[in-house]
Each structure stands twice: as C-alpha cells, then as structure tokens.
C-alpha cells in the first residue's frame, strides 16, 4: 500500500509569511503526528492528531497549528514565518489507538523542507 | 521534561568494524525505538523493545533496552557502507500522554 505522502517537497518562504503543509497517512491509519527536524535540536514533536482531534501537543508557540480531516488528512500551519523555523518538517502515521503506543510502529514520510529567508 | 541523549554524536569508521551506540535517559519510558534515517528520507523504524533487559538483534545488529527502561545501546557488527545514517532512538512516554520523544541522534558513516 501507499507510504505516507507529505507535500510539497521542498518550500521557500519570506519571514513573516504562512505556510501550509500536508500530509497524506497511510490508508487505515488514524494517528498523524508531526516532527520538526533541524541538525541543532533534532527531532522535535510538534503534536498529534487522532480521529480529527489532537491528543497530544508538544512544546512549539502558538503560530504552529494543525487539523486533521475526516479522512484522515491532515495540515500543519505555521504563520508569521522566522528564519529559526527553517527545518525538515516530518509527518508520521500510525494505527494506533489510544492505549496501545508501546509497540506502535510510526511510518515516516519523506518530509517538507522548508527555508525561510 | 524527558530527554534522551545519544553517544557519539558522530561516527565515521571503516567496514568490518564494530561498533555501539548509547542512547540514555534519567526519565522510564514505556518502552524504546531505534530507527534509522538516510539523506533525505524520513526516519524508518528497526525496533521496539519494551522489556527491560530485553535483546533483539536484526542480522548484524543488536538492540538491548537497560533493566531499568532508561537507556538502550545499539551494537553493529561488522559495519558496512550500507549502515551508513542517521540513527535515532525514540522513547515512548504514556503517562498522561501518548507520545514519542526522540534523541539527539548518531550519524554513523561507514567508509568503504
């Protein structure tokens, strides 16, 4: 089947713009979570989303925000850009529910990068 | 906050060596993933270990989560240019949350 898809590939943007990026799970999963990856912090969870609802969040400000659609879809945004959110941005899909993280096996996509200048 | 450092940072060594990777916390987690991630590719996942103590090993390498469920090591044996990557553990935080912490990572370049 289908691998997770996120696009566009690759982004430029002016400081101070909005950006929007999608990500496509693998069919059947119902868990999208976010990444933010740079070579200073590495990978950084932004937040999850769950049957349209997020259920988890990380430690990002306000400007990054997300939805997730009825199937499954979902969108991150990120508004008023700065040059330090320049990154690889990761989506990761999962069946999982609620209760089983453990042995949950997150599936990658290739990511967004984005330069902001 | 739970954080996961890895050691090394970086590794370049030669094919047919071996070699190890640490990955520890001062924070239990539920349990651990190693994944690994080539140029321009999203991270793939090696393993899950959820037991302390636990060992797995995938051909040439070997998983092995800490007794305590703080810490993980990965052991190559016998590297090749194909191991070649960026080689992240991933902690798995169910209290109140559900969700995965990363490490800081180890890039490993094999020379041929």
């Known amino acids: 089947k289908a691998g997770v898809t996120q696009t566009p590939r690759y982004l430029i943007k002016t400081r101070g713009q909005q950006v929007t990026l999608s990500c496509s799970p693998i069919s059947g999963h119902r868990s999208v979570s976010w990444y933010q990856q740079t070579p200073g912090q590495g990978l950084q969870f932004l937040f999850e989303?769950?049957?349209?609802?997020?259920?988890n969040k990380g430690n990002f400000p306000g400007r990054f925000s997300g939805r997730q659609f009825s199937n499954s879809r979902s969108e991150m945004n990120v508004s008023t850009l700065e040059l330090g959110d320049s990154a690889l941005y990761l989506c990761a899909s999962s069946s999982v529910g609620r209760g089983d993280i453990m042995n949950t096996e997150a599936f990658f996509g290739q990511g967004t990068r984005l330069t902001v200048v | 906050t739970q954080l996961l450092e890895q050691s090394p940072q970086f590794l370049s060594i030669q094919e047919g060596e071996n070699l190890t990777v640490y990955c520890n916390s001062s924070s239990v987690f539920s349990s651990l993933q190693w994944y690994r991630q080539e140029p321009g590719e999203g991270p793939v996942l090696l393993v899950t270990?959820?037991?302390?103590?636990e060992v797995k090993k995938l051909k040439r390498l070997t998983f092995q989560f800490g007794d305590a469920r703080k810490d993980s090591s990965l052991h190559i044996t016998a590297a090749q240019p194909g191991d070649t990557g960026l080689y992240l553990c991933?902690?798995?935080?169910?209290?109140?949350?559900?969700?995965?912490?990363f490490g800081t990572g180890t890039r490993l370049k094999v020379l041929a």
């Open positions: 270990v959820v037991t302390g103590g």
């Open positions: 991933a902690g798995a935080v169910t209290s109140g949350t559900y969700k995965y912490i």
């Open positions: 989303y769950f049957s349209e609802t997020q259920r």
